[in-house]
């Protein structure tokens, strides 16, 4: 016979005691395994969700509110696939307008789609036809061959705020009848946003899309297939990027000058700058001004006439030259000084007086340069317009003013500048975020077409007009697997149930030892070396560890099944998505097989280990160890110590500390129960000293207690655990709308927060604009900018790197919210200042400190990279942690700083709305319907708050649920001591039987012992529970009650109670250990 | 061969009620081929003194030396080592392993040093079984046969590593008297085939007048006769 035989003997022989230990190790390796497998699900189906939402789309160039020519996407070399797209946005309206949504992503397509979407399903798409997603389909609950009504958001190619951009139209109507149905198989979750949830998608022909914006041929996203890196694509975009891609168009004027103007009236500096360097080049900025009149004469003015420049050569600083009609009209005179009247546009279009004094230095005939059209800039709304009344120039215009003398001035001369001053100064007046000018010249001689073009693919890169190219492929997948990881999350939340089964598997495997106590000390008797039998016990758990190993991975599965339920149903809230598949990866079964038998191998060892340090003559006679003098001190030590560091932190956080940490409760309350834990240990193994008075029943239970210290300790430990960890997850669910009216609060004490689909480009707060619009009153909003972005809430499981930004002004903000952590840049009396800092380099943001630490995976101080639109790289210093709020998924900088990177973005998309409780529906109401088409979608701020906590809750509920698990895991443990202890004692039973005791009375002792230390276990976990939780239980803003704490309780105890008495009562009534105390 | 010099072993915890002194400067010795008895009353120490004997005890206060070499100076390991190759034990319970047959059983004690599967090993093995009227039920286990058999096994694993000393406690302590006339005659009758020296802590006459010497553990001292 070898060792291995020995060992399959043992194995065998002991069989059902070890498939009772091979169970709790299944169940350890399927939580384990399962854990993993959970994990891994998820980043599978993170992973596919972004391979549905992209089709075969690797990379994206656009640029952020840029329209260019559709017609580069067949130009770009390289063998790529490159297909144009129009990304916009739309309300769809279904059933007359019964059925709305809101935010629906709007795709313009044309026949190269295809290699995006990898089948012909997008091709033959008619002018009127749309193909909506699933999801759409759903929730407007349409099919193939209705009829669906879109409002789409009105893009221009001038910046909405730029100056004399007219805002009459913010959306277009398009009806359009559904030909197809997306599925996710077909592209129908397109989306280039790192997000699981699904957006509602309509695609259409792009060339309808362009019809509707007033575009001829314009994209604004390539979406691309390769293998080429971002600059490689970007290298192939340059080569292929032609001046009108930039938005700019050339033309000849009569002056045989060669013009350059832009589609988006002001030129950017990027390419002003450059193509200013071209010798010959004529800077000019025609500006519209309100009047011109003489300086002193409050008479005569001209109304509304344009201004141009000349070389700085020509004018000095404070000179003007006027053509002779001007000054025909003013009365005018060389030396004369004449004052200008214009607007400057404020953040949200509003519009600034100013002025400006000149002295007329010469007064020009109408003719050549001074009577050329081509000087105005290319307005729409006012180039196109026939009269002056016809303006929609974007500014107020006081057609009382206008003249028939300017009437006819227009039908003449149009927009021919009556005025001329330096281009220095005409920079320093009106040159904007924009651009500096509205046109360049050169002479036509010297430039041309090809030289433009040749310059410009050369001088002006794209970057620098805020162009990028996104790998949405590669960002989204390392997204999927960098997000929320949930194998950890699992394990985590599984924590006690793991706990449950391994002391549960120890114990069993005690249980199993103490059977086997004479064998060992047989063993060592007969020569064998410690080692030996070690290796002998070791051998033979790793078979036991590997049954329950085997047993755990099949269970595992049945685990991740039951999780996915219950993900797809009752606690959908944490995944967001039904794209959710099991994914089973052999070697996640290993890993998970692997670490259960590590796990359970150690704890079979450590417990041979403890039986091997006693004495082979104790062993053999049974004499337990008493614990050493040093092990008692220092447990002593360690519990006292632990005591007071519990309570000194408590008595510090509720004394001393402004702000109540939540972290340190849980920590003084960990503390507590290991000190209470070790605490209780010491007092198993104390040495009751007994009076003659105190021998009782009580006495006998005390000692009978210490009869098996580790069982009775396992006991408490279980139970101390359960209660500690369901009674502090009870206590932690907080009441979010209580506290909703502070203006702390996570809601800022703001009534709603709302999101629109089409920007609102106008104060909400300027009464004549609230007039205009008959927008209802006693409300007041905090309007933000926005660019768009990841959403980097609880709510999407994605590893975000580029959350959307929103544009705040800080004055409006203060007072609100409350900061949970800060970098020294974080100016605790105002905070919100902070935000319009000048930091150099960096520019101050602020975040929810939730989406700081789990969204993104940062920390205050960390930075955030973003490419701006002027291509420079926008370095986003997170110096301020929001406590949870409405805010969570956005970074917030100051207007300041949005406006010097994002110099195009217009109107603001997000707000919050402040008012009166009592007014809250009709605010509701009135702004709703006002704002119905720009997809008005405003949800009550605490709702918002409630949504997000709604993660938070499911997650105290899992946990809940597991914790019940593992609770009744700790009740098996508790029944298979208590039935083991039972029949161990069958002699001393069968003792007390004969000297008088009636059956009632032994199960007294008995029922007695076990309830003991249940109660030990409880009071232990009760107490440290509530140390855990005292912010939550002493605020008066929580739901935390004592009959929620107490039904609690007695659940555990009536479960435990339940179990003894069931228990001990069948024990007693067992035939073999009746015979067994007849045979006694 | 083994000399115990001045051994004393107390329990508890000295200064206190419960210390209590079991072996108090006890010295013995046995040679080569020598069989000894040890009686005593209940309590006198007389497995406390087999412990010391056997190595599985280490004394308060004492030497144990071994063919000359002290004890003391071994390491686990090397005692471990010295308990398999020179000692046999037998106790009052025999102590079998339930999930093996007899002949492994009897076999367990060669396992430490490998010599499981020798040849001659295994030989004498089977001879010790026939010789002790057990070799029928070598292949069952210890819950399908009768005490007196068990006990038989116990002695014959106690021989099977051909020991020099046998340790045996109250080897018949546990069986009837007929059994225990049996395996009184079957512990002499292997020993004297092994020539090993014997140490029996026992209470039963008819066994320890087949001793050589006789002593009785008295007030933690060995008194002969």
Redesign the interface.
Same mark, same amino acid.
């Given at each position: 016979m070898g060792k291995l035989a020995y060992i399959i003997k043992s194995f065998r022989h002991y069989f059902m005691a070890n498939l009772l230990v091979a169970l709790g190790v299944a169940i350890s390796t399927a939580v384990i395994t399962g854990g993993l497998i959970i994990g891994d699900s998820i980043t599978y189906s993170l992973e596919q969700t972004t391979h549905y939402r992209l089709g075969k789309t690797t990379h994206a160039i656009s640029s952020n509110g840029r329209f260019f020519r559709q017609e580069i996407a067949n130009e770009m070399q390289g063998g790529l696939d490159v297909a144009p797209a129009f990304i916009s946005e739309a309300v769809a309206v279904a059933g007359g307008g019964e059925k709305r949504a809101n935010s629906v992503q709007v795709v313009g397509v044309d026949g190269s789609f295809e290699k995006i979407a990898g089948s012909n399903f997008y091709s033959g798409l008619k002018k009127n036809e749309v193909i909506i997603s699933q999801n759409l389909a759903e929730k407007l609950e349409v099919t193939v061959g209705n009829s669906l009504l879109f409002r789409v958001k009105k893009d221009g190619l001038v910046p909405h705020n730029a100056p004399f951009v007219s805002d009459g139209e913010t959306h277009v109507s398009y009806r359009a009848t559904i030909k197809a149905i997306a599925t996710e198989n077909k592209l129908g979750r397109f989306s280039l946003k790192n997000a699981q949830a699904a957006p509602y998608n309509v695609f259409m022909p792009i060339g309808r899309v362009n019809e509707l914006m007033g575009f001829e041929g314009k994209a604004n996203t390539l979406l691309i297939h390769s293998e080429l890196d971002e600059s490689q694509l970007l290298q192939i975009f340059q080569e292929a990027w032609k001046p009108a891609d930039a938005n700019l168009v050339e033309r000849e004027t009569g002056n045989r000058e060669y013009e350059i103007y832009s589609e988006r009236v002001f030129i950017e500096d990027a390419i002003s700058h450059n193509l200013g360097k071209v010798p010959g080049a004529d800077m000019i900025l025609t500006y519209f001004v309100n009047s011109i009149g003489k300086e002193g004469n409050t008479g005569v003015k001209t109304p509304y006439s344009f201004v141009s420049t000349l070389p700085n050569d020509v004018l000095n600083e404070n000179q003007i030259i006027i053509n002779q009609w001007l000054a025909n009209d003013l009365k005018a005179r060389k030396g004369d000084t004449l004052k200008l009247a214009y607007f400057t546009m404020g953040p949200l279009r509003k519009l600034l007086n100013d002025s400006s004094l000149f002295v007329v230095k010469d007064i020009k005939p109408m003719e050549g340069k001074f009577a050329d059209g081509s000087l105005m800039p290319s307005l729409p709304g006012m180039s196109d317009a026939g009269d002056c009344d016809e303006w929609e120039a974007g500014i107020p215009i006081d057609l009382e003013l206008i003249r028939d003398k300017d009437e006819d001035y227009w039908d003449t001369y149009k927009g021919v500048p009556k005025a001329f001053i330096s281009q220095s100064v005409a920079h320093k007046l009106w040159a904007n975020r924009f651009g500096n000018y509205t046109s360049i010249r050169f002479d036509g001689q010297s430039f041309n077409k090809e030289k433009l073009e040749s310059f410009f693919g050369e001088h002006i890169h794209p970057t620098s007009l805020g162009f990028f190219a996104d790998p949405v492929k590669k960002r989204g997948l390392t997204a999927a697997q960098n997000g929320v990881d949930f194998s950890q999350l699992f394990i985590g939340l599984s924590f006690f149930i793991l706990a449950a089964a391994i002391i549960l598997s120890i114990l069993l495997y005690l249980l199993h030892l103490e059977s086997r106590y004479t064998q060992i000390g047989t063993l060592d008797t007969l020569g064998f070396k410690h080692a030996q039998i070690r290796s002998l016990f070791t051998i033979e758990g790793l078979f036991i560890s590997i049954c329950g190993a085997l047993l755990g991975s099949g269970l595992a599965i049945t685990y991740t099944e039951l999780v996915f339920s219950a993900l797809n149903g009752l606690w959908v809230d944490i995944v967001r998505t039904n794209v959710l598949f099991i994914y089973i990866k052999p070697a996640t079964l290993l890993l998970g097989f692997i670490i259960s038998i590590l796990i359970s191998v150690g704890v079979f060892t450590w417990a041979v280990n403890k039986k091997l340090k006693q004495q082979a003559s104790n062993v053999q006679r049974k004499i337990t160890q008493q614990e050493k003098k040093w092990v008692a001190g220092f447990k002593k030590g360690i519990a006292i110590l632990f005591l007071g560091l519990s309570v000194l932190v408590v008595s510090w956080q509720l004394a001393l500390s402004e702000i109540q940490n939540a972290g340190m409760f849980f920590m003084a309350g960990g503390l507590m129960l290991i000190s209470l834990l070790l605490i209780f240990h010491g007092f198993l193994f104390s040495n009751p000293h007994l009076k003659k008075h105190l021998f009782n029943i009580s006495y006998l239970t005390r000692n009978n207690l210490k009869r098996n210290r580790g069982r009775s300790f396992s006991i408490v430990i279980l139970f101390a655990l359960a209660t500690f960890l369901v009674v502090s997850t009870g206590a932690n669910k907080q009441d979010i709308f209580s506290k909703a009216h502070e203006k702390t609060s996570g809601t800022g004490s703001f009534l709603f927060f709302v999101k629109s689909t089409v920007p609102v480009l106008f104060d909400l707060n300027d009464p004549q604009k609230r007039l205009e619009e008959g927008l209802p009153g006693g409300f007041k909003a905090v309007q933000f900018r926005k660019v768009d972005g990841d959403d980097a809430s609880c709510l999407n499981l994605n590893r975000i790197t580029n959350p959307a930004i929103l544009g705040a002004d800080p004055t409006h903000l203060e007072g609100h919210f409350s900061f949970v952590k800060g970098s020294e840049e974080l100016n605790l009396q105002t905070p919100w200042q902070s935000l319009n800092q000048d930091l150099g380099n960096v520019t101050p943001a602020i975040a929810d400190q939730t989406v700081i630490q789990w969204g993104l995976g940062l920390k205050i101080g960390d930075t955030l990279f973003y490419q701006n639109e002027i291509g420079d790289t926008l370095k986003l210093k997170l110096i301020g942690g929001l406590a949870p709020s409405i805010f969570q998924g956005y970074v917030i900088i100051g207007n300041q700083h949005f406006l010097e990177n994002y110099p195009s973005s217009s109107g603001s998309s997000v707000f919050l709305i402040d008012g009166d409780e009592k007014q809250k529906q009709v605010i509701s109401e009135g702004l709703g319907l006002n704002f119905r088409d720009y997809g008005w979608e405003a949800v009550e701020a605490p709702q918002r708050l409630a949504e997000f906590y709604s993660v938070t809750n499911t997650y105290l509920s899992i946990f809940l649920a597991l914790g019940a698990l593992g609770l009744i895991l700790g009740t098996i443990g508790l029944a298979v001591i208590l039935s083991r202890s039972i029949l161990e004692r069958k002699d001393e039973i069968a003792l007390m039987q004969a000297i008088g005791f009636k059956n009632i009375q032994v199960f007294k002792i008995i029922v007695m012992e076990y309830s003991f230390l249940l109660a030990a276990g409880i009071f232990i976990g009760l107490l440290a529970a509530v140390l855990a939780t005292l912010p939550s239980i002493l605020s008066p803003n929580t739901d935390v009650s004592l009959q929620t704490i107490l039904l609690l309780i007695a659940i555990i105890i009536s479960n435990g109670l339940l179990w003894i008495a069931l228990l001990t009562k069948t024990s007693l009534n067992n035939k073999e250990l009746i015979a067994n105390l007849k045979r006694e | 061969m083994l000399q115990l010099k001045n051994i004393v072993k107390s329990y508890g915890v000295p200064g206190t009620s419960s210390h209590h002194i079991v072996l108090d400067g006890l010295s013995f010795q046995i040679g080569n081929g020598e069989k000894v008895a040890v009686i005593g009353p209940s309590g006198s120490g007389k497995?406390t003194f087999l412990?010391m004997a056997?190595a599985?005890?280490i004394p308060d206060k004492g030497k144990i030396l071994f063919e000359g070499i002290l004890l003391a100076g071994y390491t686990?390991?090397e005692m471990?080592?010295?308990?398999?190759?020179q000692?046999g034990?037998i106790?009052q319970?025999h102590?079998l $392993?339930?999930?093996?047959t007899l002949?492994?059983n009897v $076999? $367990?004690?060669l396992?430490?040093?490998g010599k499981?599967?020798q040849k001659e090993n295994l030989e004498w093995a089977e001879h010790l079984l026939q010789a002790s009227g057990i070799w029928k039920q070598r292949n069952q286990k210890p819950s399908e046969l009768s005490g007196g058999e068990c006990q038989r096994t116990a002695v014959v694993?106690s021989l099977v590593?051909k020991p020099r000393l046998i340790l045996a406690d109250e080897p018949t302590g546990a069986l009837d008297e007929e059994n225990a006339g049996k395996i009184s005659e079957l512990l002499l009758n292997l020993n004297a085939e092994n020539n090993s020296s014997l140490i029996v802590v026992t209470h039963s006459q008819p066994l320890a007048s087949h001793m050589d010497k006789l002593y009785t553990l008295q007030g933690g001292k060995l008194i002969a006769g």
């Open positions: - | 497995t412990n056997g599985l005890d686990k390991n471990a080592e010295f308990r398999n190759k000692l034990f106790f319970m102590h $392993l339930p999930q093996l002949l492994e $076999l $367990l004690p396992l430490p040093s499981n599967r694993r590593n």
